[in-house]
């Protein structure tokens, strides 16, 4: 999976993307904005918003199928 990031303004509810997009490919598309008159220093307030319309899903994690790691406590 390849990730690329870019800042955008929409126009007319559409966002252009960048030319580096091949055609044909399936995108999965992460929208992140500012509430108005949130501080851009306010971490938490930001950090807090980033799974919001995220479904249980969207924030699973996947199975760990590395090697079994075992402590000799």
Do not use: Y
């Not at 249980?56 to 079994?68: H, V």
């Amino acid at each position: 999976m390849n990730a690329i990031e870019f800042d955008a303004l929409p126009e007319q509810r559409s966002i252009h993307l960048p030319e580096e997009v091949p055609d044909g490919v399936r995108l999965r598309v992460v929208l992140l904005w500012e509430q108005p008159g949130a501080k851009e220093d306010d971490l938490k307030t930001l950090f807090a918003s980033t799974t919001e319309g995220l479904t249980d899903e969207d924030l699973g994690r996947p199975s760990d199928l590395g090697r079994d790691l075992q402590w000799d406590i």
